[in-house]
């Protein structure tokens, strides 16, 4: 999982890093240093190592150097990401889209309040990640959700035809299913059970029993599992409550957890939603699938202008591992 988090804290680090602003100089021949420009704007090798590191070098064998083949489609993708992603903070700067540096907190504040207090920092170590580096990261990613957010969004709208139209199509995905609202007892053994099973043909309330003999944590509440469809609990409880009406109590039912008693307190059958009760969520689901679209078409548009010069030699000497300054060249 900590992998999985550092990546996504440190993907966009290399254009953090001082990627952007800086111009390649036209030479005879390529600099060894650089791996790639984008209108003028330079990927470094250096950067690209350590970046092409963090994304792959982890979860690769930890023994020795991977090969060549291994490597390979990983410096593809990722130059790939990290040319996207220029392109976008160029078109930000050309909007003077900016985010302050309170925005930049905030967003290192949602991240870090997943993890308890340290832990988090412990996440930064395992990447080679500092704090700086990690806000200089996090104002990359605010500035280009910003760019969509001011020139992309707003063009995506959907009208009234359409959102019944996805409606009357996809009917089948806006209906609640049948529920059952129930209460159990729990108890370890057979013999016990069938105690709490007389109490209760005696005239002992449910709930009252529930609280005095049941071991699962519901019984606090008279054993109330409150509602819940077919699939949420396990099979076992499934196969005796749905075929028990309101006020009916089940026999002893064996399960992994113990010994159980079911009663079903109420049942809702299930019915279709009709428009005006899920027009918001059709209404969200459409406008996220015309945003995702734009957005991709916004990319291609701005990378397919994009002067992009890849620096071959280099990026084929790349194995993985970050070089030292006197090794750079290939």
Known sequence: MRLAVIRRLASPLVLALGLAGC?????EE?????????????????????ELEREFI?????????????????????????????????????HN?????????????RLSSDYPTGNFNDVLAEGQLSMAQL?????????????????????????????????????????????????QIVVKGMDEARRVQAQLRSGKKFAELARKYSLSADARVG?????????????????????????????????????HLFRVLEKKPGRKLEFNEVREQVEAKLLARGRAEAQAKY???????????????????????????AAAKP
Do not use: C
């Open 223 to 259: 054993g109330d599992l409150g509602f819940f469809p077919r699939g949420q609990m396990p099979p076992a409880f499934d196969a005796v409550v749905f075929t028990l009406q309101p006020g009916q109590v089940s026999d002893v039912v064996e399960t992994e957890y113990g010994y």
């Open 58 to 94: 982890p979860s690769s064998t930890e023994s020795g150097q991977p090969s060549p083949e291994e490597v390979e489609p990983y410096k593809r993708a990722l130059l790939d990401t990290l040319i996207s992603r220029m392109v976008l903070l160029q078109e930000a700067r050309t």
């Open 30 to 50: 390529p600099d060894a240093q650089v791996v790639a420009t984008v209108n003028g704007e330079v990927i470094g090798r250096a950067d690209f190592e350590r």
């Open 299 to 325: 990319e291609q548009d701005l990378r397919s202008k994009a002067q992009v010069w890849v620096n071959e030699a280099i990026l084929q000497a790349i194995r993985g591992r970050p070089v030292t300054h």
């Open 135 to 183: 806000k200089a990261n996090e104002a990359s990613r605010l500035t280009i959700e910003k760019l969509f957010a001011t020139t992309v969004y707003p063009r995506v709208g959907v009208t009234e035809e359409e959102l019944r139209a996805d409606y009357a199509a996809h009917e089948a995905d806006y209906t609640i299913p049948e529920r059952v609202r129930a209460a």
């Open 23 to 27: 111009s390649q100089k036209d030479k």
């Open 97 to 109: 889209i900016t985010v302050t540096p309170d925005e930049v907190d905030r967003g290192v504040l």
